[in-house]
């Protein structure tokens, strides 16, 4: 019983580090690139329409190619 409980801890130590993480890395002295981030859709099935959609409302993406073996979706 006492592996499971260090198991459980450990993990959510773990957890909570990895959460916290990226606010500090990406603290207040965090300085915003200005470029676009270029991004390339393969497959626009029922997911790769969401991630599509999701990535033409930032205005800091730039979708530079999609591709589908369908024609039709595109």
Known sequence: ???RRNF???TAIT???IAILPNIS???SFKR???KLKVAVL???LRG???LNNLLKRDDVLITAI???DPARI
């Open 1 to 3: 019983m006492n592996h």
């Open 8 to 10: 459980i801890k450990k």
């Open 15 to 17: 957890s909570a580090g």
């Open 26 to 28: 990406l603290g207040k």
């Open 33 to 35: 690139n200005t470029e």
């Open 43 to 45: 497959g626009i099935g």
């Open 49 to 51: 329409t969401n991630h």
């Open 67 to 69: 591709c589908d073996i």
